[in-house]
């Protein structure tokens, strides 16, 4: 019996504001090592090609380009090396002219597929359109794979939205800003993570940043999570690479016990109020 088992990379590295050439050569460097380790799907960080603390709209449009953009071809000749899927976050601007926080799924054939961040973050509304769309699952040769970006994950309705899908795996490009925590804790953002892949028993491969941007720290929490909600690989280093071999269609065996199954034991003629627009505040009054 053929082996399912895939080997998954995720390349932290540290966007250079507005670099353009830079930051897709930096990327196709990092798309090539990977590759070569065996890689066979590598993800990226959020906004990797153009940096992330953009000071106005107009310094986010001049660093855009658009998803048929033909410096982004070397990607797909370096995925081609090792028949590899990429997923790479990008300042898209649309053929509309909008500009976007995207992700990109390239292999190499060219890009496959495009998703526009639907939860904006913070300044992020000032900068950006964001996505209409639900996120992308694509078949490939080695599991079914869904995307998010960042912030997206933090709504638990967009991973189990993508694991009723079908998604093996959810691949999430972020860039995520040091925020306090307890010592010896995780950060929170990977703990959203871990809880994520158990609740819909999915693998989850979040690639975060490094670096210092406009006075910016982030929290390199690069992790590749397993559908137990474990962690099977990090990074913290500077510019550094989380990898394991994960056997992704293992992702869609749901049952934690001859009687329980996260998908089959839902009560979705319950769950209502979580595609309710705005919510119940304390005593009934609806909050928008």
């Known amino acids: 019996m053929a082996s399912t088992v895939t080997r998954v990379t995720c390349v932290q590295l540290a966007p250079v504001l507005g670099d353009l050439a830079g930051n897709i050569r930096r990327a196709r460097s990092a798309i090539r090592a990977a590759v070569a380790n065996g890689a066979r799907i590598v993800v990226l960080p959020e906004l990797a090609t153009s940096g992330y603390l953009f000071a106005s709209a107009e310094e986010a449009r001049a660093a855009s380009i658009g998803a048929d953009d033909p410096r982004l071809a070397a990607w797909s000749d370096e995925a081609a090396q090792g028949d ?67 912030y997206d994950l933090e709504f638990p309705e967009m991973p189990r939205a993508l694991a009723l899908r079908g998604a093996d795996l959810v691949a999430v490009p972020t860039n995520w800003p040091v925020v306090p925590r307890p010592d010896g804790e995780r950060p929170p953002e990977v703990v959203a993570a871990m809880a994520a892949a158990r609740a819909s028993r999915v693998f989850v491969a979040c690639c975060d940043r ?49 009687l329980a199954d996260v998908i089959a034991d839902r009560r979705p003629e319950l769950y209502g109020e979580i595609v309710r627009p705005g919510h119940a505040a304390p005593g009934g009054a609806e909050v928008s």
Request: charged share 25%; glycine share 12%.
């Open 210 to 258: 490094s670096g210092l941007e406009r006075g910016e720290r982030w929290t390199r929490g690069t992790s590749l999570v397993d559908p137990d909600g474990w962690v099977r690989a990090s990074t913290d280093a500077q510019d550094g690479h989380a990898t394991a071999d994960l056997d992704l269609p293992a992702a869609r065996a749901k049952r934690l016990t001859d």
């Open 84 to 150: 590899a899927v990429v997923v790479a976050g990008f300042c898209e601007r649309g053929p509309d002219g909008l500009v976007h926080n995207s992700a990109m799924v390239l292999d190499g054939t060219g890009v496959r597929a495009v998703y526009r961040k639907v939860h904006l973050w913070d300044r992020e509304k000032t900068l950006f359109t964001p996505g209409r769309a639900e996120p992308p699952v694509l078949d490939t040769a080695y599991g079914r794979i869904g995307v998010l970006i960042c």
